[in-house]
Nanobody, 130 residues
């Protein structure tokens, strides 16, 4: 069964850190680009960060310098390290996998094209208190 499972969410005070994990089962992440997305109540789902199969990364301006995405293909897992968290980071965070390939100069399209993603996780809640 093909599945993506997120974990690591929770409640944290502003300025704190969390590390989200996205673990795949039923397929190997090696050849997939992975995106992290978030959706706050009443808002559309937005792209946060992505990492290609060769390790190129992209971050939305709102998280640049605070979040770091990485992958461990041996563990079939992608991570999102979130530091200096702000109340506006509160949302349900989703990971997704796509076999589509994008050049490193066009990765903004990778986190904007939600329809490109083949598999989605169920989401993990991140709540940042002020």
């Amino acid at each position: 069964q093909v599945q993506l499972v997120e974990s690591g969410g929770g409640l944290v005070q502003a300025g704190g850190s969390l590390r989200l994990s996205c673990t795949a089962s039923g397929f190997a992440l090696d050849y997939y680009a992975i995106g992290w997305f978030r959706q706050a109540p009443g808002k559309e789902r937005e792209g946060v960060s992505c990492i290609t199969s060769d390790g190129s990364t992209y971050y939305a301006d709102s998280v640049k310098g605070r979040f770091a995405i990485s992958r461990d293909n041996a563990k079939n897992t992608v991570y999102l390290q979130m530091n200096s968290l702000k109340p506006e980071d509160t949302a349900v965070y989703y990971c997704a996998a796509t076999a589509a390939t994008y050049p490193s100069t066009a990765l903004i399209a990778l986190i904007e094209s939600l329809d490109e993603y083949d598999y989605w996780g169920q989401g993990t809640q991140v709540t940042v208190s002020s």
